[in-house]
């Protein structure tokens, strides 16, 4: 079957690969006429992945509706800040029934609407649409490394289709119906994987990133309960088994633009300037308050990123305020 991959970033590619290894003619929609012609005439994107040979069943193009014509589905791989235009670009080429899996972590600015929220709103029919996350690295996904994730969809069949459609010997696919949860943890780890890198860039250990770590899941499923998810969730890939990977793995932009820029007195722009990536915990860290406000929960590390990347405070002296924190019982407080 034709699948249609709507992003030609690190992940995106990588995903089209194994959709190519799990037996799917892939088209990749590119923004670029360059990656597409280096996608179709030397099997390789030029921009990402770069080293990585891919399949001659994987082609390309910057045309979404010549991407979506007689696609049986589509795998949605955008920033989250495009997932509403995306969306719209959708419209005109798609039915109610086109099966849409949404690999995109973030909360919308504004509203704080989930993804599946947001391409629900514009395109209708939530059953036929599903939410792909996990601890999975572009780099080792495409390498053929064995990795997991979690595909959530409030309709088990279309899950289930997903699952099938992704499965392959390397890239194991487990099934849920915790979609609110599944995305609230996408996007939180990427918070709390710059709160690691600036621990780290800072001088602190393995201890303090551990505390980070399991803070961090305790801040999470707080949100996920009172957004409508399920704690249990926030033990599984999507949640603890993303945030240990993003955490603490060496091909973590997160965690790098924490340690290496943030850390160093470097900003947002720089990151950005010097490796042309999107860092989604940035956006993350702001786009959460909104649910924070909404369903009145306490975010402390959430806040003290916000305050740090977009607010311009001193990192030092945020990690001394959080230590400096009131001691309190573990469990079921912030």
Not at 276 to 296: F, N, P, Q, R, Y
């Amino acid at each position: 079957m034709k699948i249609a991959v709507i992003g030609a970033g690190s992940w995106g590619t990588a995903l089209a690969q194994v959709l190519s290894d799990a037996g799917s003619d892939v088209v990749i929609w590119a923004r670029r006429q360059e990656v597409a012609d280096g996608i179709n005439n030397h099997h390789a994107n030029p921009d990402f992945l770069s080293k990585f040979e891919l399949s001659s069943s994987i082609t390309s193009t910057t045309s979404i509706s010549d991407a979506l014509d007689g696609a049986t589905a589509a795998v949605i791989v955008v920033p989250s800040k495009y997932l509403r235009q995306t969306a719209q670009n959708l419209a005109p080429y798609v039915d109610s029934s086109l099966k849409i899996v949404i690999c995109s972590k973030g909360v919308e600015s504004q509203t704080g609407l989930l993804p599946e929220q947001i391409f629900e709103q514009e395109l209708g029919n939530n059953e036929r649409l599903a939410t792909l996350s996990g601890p999975t690295h572009a780099e080792e996904v495409i390498a053929k490394i064995a990795s997991g994730a979690v595909i959530a969809s409030i309709e088990l069949q279309c899950a289930h289709f997903f699952r099938d459609l992704f499965a392959t010997e390397y890239f194991r696919t487990y099934t849920s119906d915790d979609v609110i949860g599944v995305e609230l943890c996408a996007a939180f780890k990427n918070v709390i994987a710059i709160a690691v890198g600036i621990s780290y860039g800072l001088g602190y250990g393995d201890d303090t990133a551990a505390m980070l770590i399991t803070r961090g899941l305790a801040e999470m499923s707080r949100m996920v309960l009172a957004s409508g998810g399920k704690e249990m969730t926030c033990m599984g890939l999507a949640g603890a088994g993303d945030m240990i990977v993003t955490c603490m793995s060496r091909h973590s932009r997160n965690r790098r633009f924490g340690q290496d820029y943030i850390a160093c007195g470097k900003n947002l722009e720089d990151f950005e300037g010097d490796t042309h990536m999107v860092v989604e915990g940035a956006i993350a860290c702001k786009t959460l308050d909104v649910l924070s406000e909404k369903h009145d929960v306490e975010l402390p590390l959430t806040d003290a990123i916000r305050r740090i990347v977009w607010q311009g405070e001193s990192a030092r002296d945020i990690a001394k305020e959080l230590i400096e924190r009131p001691l309190k019982d573990e469990f079921h407080t912030a």
